[in-house]
């Protein structure tokens, strides 16, 4: 019906507005408005009289939820009520719902203004407190909520959009952030450590002062690979064994031939054994590792490396002699760069089976490398630093998480080394580690409440894997300069140990006490 009269107005007011022109136009709309008008009154008018019963607008009453106790267990329903009783700031909530909120968020009581923002949705079911259809989950019951909440190990986030969907208190989000972080299993679970920033070695100014060695295993044979910081020239030679002998031994070759350099860049096997180190002092030269589990740190080798075998590897495939693929590797120009490391090296091109004039055979020193090899070291840099960002130091007693083939272990830092991002740690077990920063977490697990101090064992016991801190190598080498002497017949009874308070405190013997076993 009313359709019927809308239409017809309009049609109505079309031709009306047909038959005007000129200053009637105001007219002919302000009639057509009172005719719309008198339709929607009258369509409201015949709704109202088809209503049987009159809305009372007075006693409107918003129903939040039918019955809470519909979707509860028991048991956890009748936990919350008990615990929503012996809850003082519940109860105060209760109250100041009750008694009506004040005017102002001053005049309430301190133990209910975190819930100002909050005060209309608030209302009582059941003995329980609600926000809207969300439960105040009484301070008692807090941490078990968490625990439920994070059941299937799910990260910070998820727990929370979770907890906002049901529940409320407040500091909520700040509570789950530390129940999850502090959750045993999800700590040892966690991902690497982001990159930090690169820290670069120093360019020598001259070839052969500062090399890099690895040791490399290919088709049943190992491999010493040395190579130049300045030039990128490889020497590549078999071993028959992976000992320090043998290694000392194919060393001897390579120094004979170019130099003693001023500095070894190397890992720890088997270059920080004893009779390397001894060799190093009589030959004259610095021995530096590399940190255990963190190849990047010797990254010229490691990637000099990868070059060497996919080399030999192609010349096995091909029948092509490897000596005469090292060659062409030695007289390829270093990438940026118009010079090959034999040139960089020795000044001149290598004659190999390619055709070179006499003038490229003749020697000619390179200009500006230095220059150059600083440019290109700072684009490299610049790129890798791109989405890199700094750790935190740790000191000495910090309780960490060392990373490992089973996940991020629990540890202590022992010592900081003078080596950058490096550290000395020991496990609960007492065996000690030297890890790089990026390789330890803060430990934000709290350490168990037992009857005393934890201890963390001998500092001075090793274990056989290749990356433990190798004691030997960490004497540095000014002591094996020294003159020997007389072995002295003092040691302590106990080996010294490292105890810890549940808190994390390391403890340290008094001063005084030192002369007293």
Avoid at 11 to 29: A, E, I, K, Q, Y
Avoid at 50 to 68: A, G, P
Avoid at 178 to 189: F, I, K
Avoid at 235 to 241: G, N, Q, Y
Wanted: with cysteine.
């Amino acid at each position: 019906m009313w359709a019927w009269h809308f239409c017809d107005c309009l049609h109505f007011v079309r031709v009306r507005h047909d038959s005007l022109t000129g200053n009637n136009m105001p007219h002919v709309m302000h009639f057509a408005y009172l005719i719309l008008k008198l339709v929607f009154v009258e369509l409201y008018m015949q709704l109202a009289r088809s209503v049987d019963t009159e809305i009372d607008f007075e006693n409107e009453k918003v129903v939040y939820s039918l019955d809470v106790a519909v979707a509860l267990p028991q048991h956890l329903l009748q936990e919350l009520k008990d615990a929503t009783e012996a809850d003082t700031e519940l109860l105060a909530l209760k109250q100041a719902h009750s008694n009506g909120w004040p005017s102002r968020k001053g005049s309430a009581d301190k133990v209910v203004q975190p819930y100002w923002p909050l005060r209309h949705e608030i209302h009582i079911e059941d003995g329980l407190v609600m926000i809207g259809d969300k439960f105040i989950i009484p301070k008692s019951c807090r941490p078990h909520m968490i625990e439920r909440l994070h059941v299937a190990h799910q990260g910070i986030q998820r727990s929370k959009a979770q907890a906002r969907m049901l529940m409320y208190w407040p500091n909520m989000g700040k509570d789950i952030e530390l129940g999850v972080s502090t959750c045993n299993t999800c700590q040892e679970m966690l991902p690497s450590n982001v990159k930090e920033p690169l820290l670069t070695h120093d360019i020598p100014s001259m070839p052969w002062t500062k090399l890099a060695a690895d040791i490399f295993d290919l088709y049943g044979h190992s491999y010493l690979l040395v190579i130049d910081y300045f030039s990128r020239y490889p020497e590549v030679l078999r071993l028959s064994d992976k000992s320090a002998n043998s290694v000392i031994a194919r060393l001897k070759a390579i120094f004979a031939r170019h130099g003693i350099p001023q500095e070894l860049v190397s890992d720890h096997v088997p270059f920080a054994s004893h009779d390397m180190i001894t060799f190093a002092n009589k030959w004259d030269f610095k021995l530096t590792f590399s940190s255990p589990g963190y190849p990047q740190s010797n990254g010229m080798a490691e990637r000099s490396v990868q070059t060497v075998k996919k080399t030999f590897v192609k010349a096995a495939q091909t029948g092509l002699d490897p000596h005469l693929a090292l060659l062409s590797l030695r007289n390829t120009p270093v990438t940026g760069m118009k010079y090959s490391p034999a040139q960089l090296l020795m000044g001149r091109v290598l004659r190999s089976n390619l055709p070179a004039s006499a003038s490229m055979l003749k020697p000619n020193v390179p200009q500006n490398v230095y220059s150059h090899l600083q440019r290109h070291q700072a684009n490299q840099k610049r790129y890798y630093d791109f989405r890199a960002r700094s750790l935190n130091p740790f000191q000495r007693g910090d309780r960490v998480r060392m990373e490992t083939t089973q996940g991020w272990q629990p540890a202590i830092v022992q010592k900081v080394r003078d080596e950058p991002r490096s550290y000395d740690v020991v496990t609960p077990q007492g065996k000690r580690y030297r890890r790089n920063r990026r390789h330890l977490r803060p430990d934000k697990v709290p350490m168990q409440q037992d009857t005393g101090p934890v201890i963390y064992g001998n500092i001075d016991s090793h274990d056989t894997q290749g990356d433990q801190v190798q004691e030997a190598a960490a004497c540095s080498q000014q002591e094996a300069r020294e003159e020997p002497s007389e072995p002295s017949t003092e040691h302590s009874a106990e080996p010294q140990r490292i105890t810890v308070t549940k808190s994390g405190r390391v403890v340290r013997a008094p001063s005084r006490y030192k002369d007293f076993v």
